[in-house]
T-cell receptor
Framework: AQTVTQSQPEMSVQEAETVTLSCTYDTSESDYYLFWYKQPPSRQMILVIRQEAYKQQNATENRFSVNFQKAAKSFSLKISDSQLGDAAMYFC????????????FGTGTRLQVTL | EPEVTQTPSHQVTQMGQEVILRCVPISNHLYFYWYRQILGQKVEFLVSFYNNEISEKSEIFDDQFSVERPDGSNFTLKIRSTKLEDSAMYFCARVTVGGYTFGSGTRLTVV
């Protein structure tokens, strides 16, 4: 069974600084997606960034980028130039591209952004 | 604005009552999912629904729960005889090309 582990329950970063959130996963599959979701206090799940396992190039979305290490099964999220609006829970998630597969989530990292 | 709308956004119900949570996708998709998130905990898979049938369900999804697509567009999750521990956020989701889209969520409070 697939598992996703986020070992940092809480992280803090100063505004304008850079922070990296860690995620590791375990799977025997070769074709899958990895995601980072942001959950603000409204509790809506917002997709931040996704990575296809077959792509070697790390995904980037504006200030958000990932460091995807497939052999190590590691998928960290880097947030550059942190803003107050980045404060939220961040969940790492795994999705196998087989038929009707479900998302498997990590336990989340709460990110605080300080002035 | 999310591509998947859920109603109601918040529902308060008495223990033992039945609730129906609704999900309305804008476009027509075959795969739908329900997830649950108890406050302060991670998001948990409940059930996947493909072509009007359950394709996979978790151990959480027992006889208390059921899913339907009654009119070809709405997608419902019914919880019978609610318990205090059913209080949670409930999300529906659909698979798109290259990803997952979550609905806006329904906050269920059982009192």
């Amino acid at each position: 069974a697939q598992t996703v582990t986020q070992s940092q329950p809480e992280m803090s970063v100063q505004e304008a600084e850079t922070v990296t959130l860690s995620c590791t996963y375990d799977t025997s599959e070769s074709d899958y997606y990895l995601f980072w979701y942001k959950q603000p206090p409204s509790r809506q799940m917002i997709l931040v960034i996704r990575q296809e396992a077959y792509k070697q190039q790390n995904a980037t979305e504006n200030r958000f980028s990932v460091n995807f290490q497939k052999a190590a099964k590691s998928f960290s999220l880097k947030i550059s130039d942190s803003q107050l609006g980045d404060a939220a829970m961040y969940f790492c998630a795994y999705f196998y591209t087989g038929t009707a597969s479900k998302l498997t989530f990590g336990t989340g990292t709460r990110l605080q952004v300080t002035l | 604005e999310p591509e998947v709308t859920q109603t109601p956004s918040h529902q308060v119900t008495q223990m033992g009552q039945e609730v129906i949570l609704r999900c309305v996708p804008i476009s027509n998709h075959l795969y739908f999912y329900w997830y649950r998130q108890i406050l302060g905990q991670k998001v948990e898979f409940l059930v996947s629904f493909y072509n009007n049938e359950i394709s996979e369900k978790s151990e959480i999804f027992d006889d208390q729960f059921s899913v339907e697509r009654p009119d070809g567009s709405n997608f419902t999750l019914k919880i019978r005889s609610t318990k205090l521990e059913d209080s949670a956020m409930y999300f529906c989701a659909r698979v798109t090309v290259g990803g997952y889209t979550f609905g806006s969520g329904t906050r269920l409070t059982v009192v």
